[in-house]
Structure formats: structure tokens, C-alpha cells
């Protein structure tokens, strides 16, 4: 017997786990280099990226964009991390629990002799493996979870990448549109000054075109500072350090999904948003451990198996069945934090689903917006046009003066630089309009 207890000990402890040391680093540092990053399309999220032939060689379009971030980001690794976490709660969560082996040896002390007494005993708590089907059904559905979770994290910085590509390839298209105005008003200013020293033109008249250019500089400046804000902050999305270079590629084009679509897709929304799947998921777990809970009201029940030998040397084969009486606990506690777990994780899917259907209704009628502000810009870009197209043509040499052209100039500038807001604007809007929607996920 003692043999073979021996051996079933020895074959436990071949199976535990052993420990193995990870030391902390002493100096991190993000790569330089686009070209130092990895990335594997076929571990992409969503089809599109997989399909995706990923070649930073010629510049980083949108996509190249978002699969960097996907495949480097650095939250997205810890929240990989969490998400094995997760799954090991969830392991443990679904385990049966082990028997409990009695071992005991007695010795008599009193006069008289008499043998040596031993029990050796096995029990088992029969209620977990009446409540194992639930365990395992909670497990499952919290593995679910934590994936979908971890889905929705990559969604969310798919989109904040692209978002933060149009911004810094409209960005820096507006600072080209404000560097010609800069070079364009500094060149009248120079000449400005000259007729000044002439005596034809005022100092007064110079200080204020003076504070003019000033103007523009300072937004020149602040546009600069913008982008390259941008920059940091996408270098950062796709775990570079901030002396990283990125070659953007300008491509900007999202496809806007049409009225039908975006009603089709509110009529599924639920199915394929990951939150939203995540979150029943989440629900599916919590009521089957609400189950669970309201099983361990009834009285646990240990079966239990034995056999001894008493120090009159008398043997015997015993079964023992202990219950727990309901009396005071009742399981009641745990049976009231299930359910109201149940009851939050519901009200939760309830409002997070209100909400993303109020927030694409929300970007629907800004896209509407947005699109009337497009059009009458380009109308009043086309007029300014075929306005100075008609002066430059009917005027003749010097009837038009340098501030004058230059007026004309800035104006259809100022037009460009709306132009280019709103189709920024636009732009991101349809980026998250299309994770917001779940077209990510789509084919």
C-alpha cells in the first residue's frame, strides 16, 4: 500500500509546474526604424489587413499604418499579456477540484502492547462535480470574453492609427498652403519696405502689413507644431521612438458607407461589434455562475471512503457521507453577488448599445453637415478662380498691384486651407464611422 501511495506522489509532483525566473530589464528602448519592426498579415485581425501586401519600401500608406500598430503597439502587447491572464482564470475557473486523501498512523502508549493502528482514507466534495457543467460553460464564455475584448483593443487602435494618418497627411498639406502664403506676404513685405525708404508708403502702413505677416507665421508655426504633435503621437501608436521617420505615403481615401448600409448595419450591430459580443459573452458567463450559485444553496455533499485498523488490531472498511445544513449561510451572499453581477453586466449591454447606435446616428448627421460645407466651399473656390482667372486677363501690365494679387491670392489660400479641414474632417469621421459601424470585421 505504502508502495503504491509512493508512486502516486511521485507521478503528482512529475506533473507540477516548475519555477522559472524573468528578470526585469534594466534599459528599454523603441526601435528607430520602421524597417526594425515585424509584421505577420496572416495574424492581421480583420481580413483587409490580412490581405494587405505589407512593403514600408515605398512609404507607409493607410494600411501599412494600421497593421505597424496592430503587430508593435505597445498596450496592445499588454493587453495580450492580460488576455493570457484571462484565459488561465478561466482554466483554473472550469478545473474540478482535487480528493483529499486521509492518511494516519497510531501507536499505543499504555501498558498491555497491542498493535499499531492506521486509516487510510479517500473523500471527494460531489457538489462540484454536480456544479462542473456550469463551471466549465462560465469558463468558456469568459475566454470568449477576454479574445473579443482583446479584439475590440486592436480595433480601437486600428482606427486611432488611421485617424492619426489623415491628420498628419492633411496637416501637412496645410502647412504647405501656409509656407507659399508665408513666402508669398514676406516678398511683399521686402518690397514693401523698399518703396518705404523711398518715402511712397508710411511706417504705418509697413507696421500693419508687418503684423500681417506676423499673422500668418504664427500660424504657420502652430501648424507645425500640430503636425509634428501628430507625428510623435503616431510614432508612439506604432511603438517607435520619437527620432523615428515615417514615409506616409498620401493616401487618404476611405470608402463612405451609404444610407442603406449604415441602417443594415445598425440592424446588426450587435452580432458584430467585438465590445458588444464581448459583452454577452460576459453576461453568458455571469448568469451560468449565477446558476451555479443558486446549486450551492443546496447541502454540499463529501462522499468519503476508508479503511483502518484500531490497536486491538480489529480492521474495518467505513463510508462516510458529510452535508452541510443550510441553516445560517445558505449560500445566500454569493447567491446575491451573481445576481447582481448578471443584472450590471446587462444594463451595461444595454447602454453600451444605445450608445454606438447614438454615436454613428451622431456621425451620420455631421457627415451631412460636413458634405454641405464641402460643396459650398468648392463653389466658392471655383468663383474665386474664374474671378482671378477673368482679372489676370483683362487687366493689363501693373493695372493689378502687388498687394492686390497678393489679396487674391490669400483669399483662394484661405479657401484651400477650409477645403482641407473639412476634408480631414471628413476623412476621420469616415474611420470611425467604419469601426463604430463593424465594417472592419467585413469581408
Known amino acids: ?31 528607430d526604424h520602421v524597417a526594425d519592426l515585424k509584421v505577420d498579415a496572416a495574424s492581421m485581425p480583420v481580413p483587409a489587413l490580412r490581405k494587405h501586401v505589407f512593403d514600408p519600401s515605398h512609404g507607409l500608406d493607410m494600411t501599412d499604418v494600421a497593421m505597424l500598430a496592430v503587430a508593435s503597439n505597445p498596450m496592445l502587447r499588454v493587453a495580450r499579456d492580460q488576455r493570457g491572464i484571462g484565459h488561465a482564470q ?38 462540484a462535480l454536480l456544479t462542473h457543467a456550469l463551471d466549465v460553460r462560465a469558463a468558456h464564455a469568459s475566454e470568449r470574453q477576454v ?52 518715402g511712397d508708403v508710411s511706417l504705418a502702413d509697413l507696421a500693419l ?7 500668418v507665421q504664427s500660424r504657420r508655426d502652430d501648424m507645425a507644431r500640430q503636425l509634428l504633435a501628430s507625428q510623435q503621437a503616431l510614432s508612439a501608436m506604432l511603438g517607435l521612438s520619437p527620432k523615428a521617420k515615417l514615409p506616409l505615403r498620401e493616401s487618404t481615401a476611405v470608402a463612405a458607407p451609404s444610407e442603406t448600409e449604415i441602417t443594415r448595419n445598425l440592424a446588426t ?16 458567463s455571469a448568469d451560468a455562475r449565477y446558476r451555479r450559485a443558486i446549486w450551492r444553496q443546496f447541502p454540499a455533499i463529501d462522499i468519503g471512503f476508508s479503511r483502518g485498523r484500531d490497536t486491538d488490531a480489529i480492521s474495518s472498511r467505513n463510508f462516510q457521507v458529510s452535508l452541510t445544513l443550510p441553516i445560517f449561510n445558505r449560500n445566500r451572499g454569493n447567491v446575491a453577488v451573481a445576481k447582481a453581477t448578471r443584472q ?77 479641414g473639412v476634408e480631414q474632417a471628413m476623412a476621420e469621421q469616415q474611420v470611425a464611422l467604419e469601426a463604430l459601424a463593424g465594417n472592419l470585421g467585413a469581408e
Open 344 to 420: 450590471a453586466l446587462h444594463d451595461e449591454y444595454t447602454l453600451r448599445l444605445v450608445q454606438a447606435q447614438s454615436d454613428i446616428a451622431r456621425l451620420v448627421k455631421d457627415r451631412v453637415l460636413l458634405q454641405t460645407q464641402q460643396a459650398e466651399l468648392t463653389r466658392s473656390v471655383a468663383v474665386q478662380t474664374r474671378v482671378s482667372e477673368a482679372l489676370a486677363k483683362s487687366a493689363s501690365p501693373g493695372d493689378l498691384s502687388a498687394a492686390q494679387d497678393l489679396a487674391l491670392q490669400l483669399r483662394q489660400d484661405d479657401q484651400r486651407l477650409g477645403q482641407l
Open 147 to 198: 479574445d473579443l475584448n482583446l479584439l475590440w483593443q486592436e480595433w480601437q487602435v486600428i482606427t486611432a492609427s488611421r485617424q492619426l494618418f489623415v491628420r498628419c497627411v492633411y496637416q501637412a498639406r496645410m502647412l504647405a498652403v501656409l509656407r507659399d502664403e508665408v513666402r508669398a506676404r514676406e516678398h511683399l513685405h521686402a518690397q514693401l519696405a523698399q518703396v518705404q525708404q523711398r
Open 209 to 215: 502689413d508687418q503684423s500681417a505677416l506676423q499673422a
Open 90 to 127: 478561466a482554466f483554473a475557473a472550469g478545473l474540478l477540484p482535487d480528493p483529499v486523501l486521509d492518511l494516519s498512523r497510531g501507536y499505543p502508549t499504555g501498558g498491555g502492547g497491542g498493535s499499531t493502528a492506521y486509516s487510510v482514507g479517500l473523500s471527494y466534495d460531489l457538489t
Open 269 to 284: 450591430l450587435a452580432q458584430r461589434r467585438p465590445d458588444l459580443v464581448a459583452l454577452q459573452a460576459g453576461y453568458a
Open 1 to 31: 500500500m505504502m508502495r503504491l501511495l509512493g508512486c502516486a506522489l511521485c507521478a503528482a509532483l512529475a506533473g507540477c509546474a516548475t519555477y522559472q525566473p524573468l528578470p526585469l530589464a534594466q534599459d528599454a528602448r523603441l526601435p
